[in-house]
């Protein structure tokens, strides 16, 4: 069913499209897979006092009508979810904004930046990969047989993979975070979270970072299961964007380490904490 391919006011509701803040200018958070808008619970209070904050739920959410995920539009690549967030982004009447994509969100933000460049003005990337397989002169992190074991682990036992796989992601003894990932991760329906994982895991992104002109910035923890510092390395050169190195572990730097990650965000956007 494919009832978003179609640009309309309802896009907001069907994607629970949420604003905090009054401000002029507006500043969009756009999550990773297996979680949800609330990722972004710890620092949404103090960036609303800057910024007029925008956070919506990709459709695979499981707070999303699974109706509104269609295999056929979102399972090729992220282009889909780009025109989602470029339609959200329309229908808020913004422009120029900031915009914090973390992991699969920071690539849709690039490849939306491509799209619509008049809708950004700073992209801020957070664990984010453009290709997780490593290829000739790149090293994703990734070979071949482990994606596959990723893959057929997911297809064989869901809740399994997501119990396991969630200590993992989180990266540091947090309790109250891995069950909050773990919690969101298995709510999705297997089938649509083995689809977006192939999407995510088995995709080639690389060739939208030449395309992308404004300015950037990467955010990426010191010590990521899921993306090696080969990636944002690769990602600052392509890009020629600043590159932060946090002194963490985690793959959600957001639940984990917040106050550290909002002082970054605050000396990047200069804002005043008086």
């Known amino acids: 069913m494919d009832e978003l391919s179609k640009c309309g006011s309802g896009i907001l509701e069907a994607l629970n499209t949420r604003v905090y803040g009054n401000a002029t200018n507006t500043l969009v958070l756009s999550h990773g897979f297996g979680v949800d808008q609330t ?5 949404i209070p ?13 459709v695979f959410s499981p707070n999303v009508s699974p109706k509104l995920y269609d295999p056929k539009r979102y399972s090729h ?12 982004l329309d229908q ?9 994509g973390h992991s699969m969100s920071a690539m849709i933000g690039c490849i ?4 619509r460049p008049q809708l950004f003005q700073h992209l801020i990337l957070l664990n984010g990969s453009p290709r997780y397989l490593d290829a000739q002169h790149y090293e994703g992190g990734f070979r071949e047989q482990d994606l596959n074991a990723i893959l057929t682990n997911l297809q ?12 993992s992601a989180i990266g540091v003894n947090n309790s109250e975070a891995i069950a909050k990932f773990e919690g969101t991760l298995a709510k999705m ?8 994982a192939k999407t995510v895991f088995l995709g080639d992104n690389r060739h939208f970072l030449q395309h992308v002109r404004m300015r950037s910035t990467i955010i990426q923890p010191e010590k990521d299961i899921f993306v090696p510092l080969s990636v944002p390395r690769y990602m600052k050169k392509k890009l020629h964007a600043q590159l932060i190195i946090l002194g963490i572990s985690g793959h959600f730097p957001q639940l984990t380490a917040y106050a550290l990650l909002l002082r970054v965000i605050k000396n990047l956007l200069i804002l005043n904490s008086n």
């Open 39 to 43: 990722v972004w619970q710890f620092i």
């Open 46 to 58: 103090v960036l609303a006092c800057y910024f007029k904050v925008v956070v919506y739920d990709l």
């Open 77 to 88: 690549n992220f282009s889909a979810y780009a025109e989602d967030l470029i339609c959200i």
């Open 92 to 100: 808020l009447h913004v422009k120029e904004t900031v915009f914090i």
């Open 112 to 115: 939306a930046a491509t799209k």
């Open 156 to 167: 064989r036992n869901f809740s399994a993979w997501a119990h396991d796989l969630a200590p």
């Open 189 to 196: 329906k297997p089938e649509i979270a083995l689809d977006v």
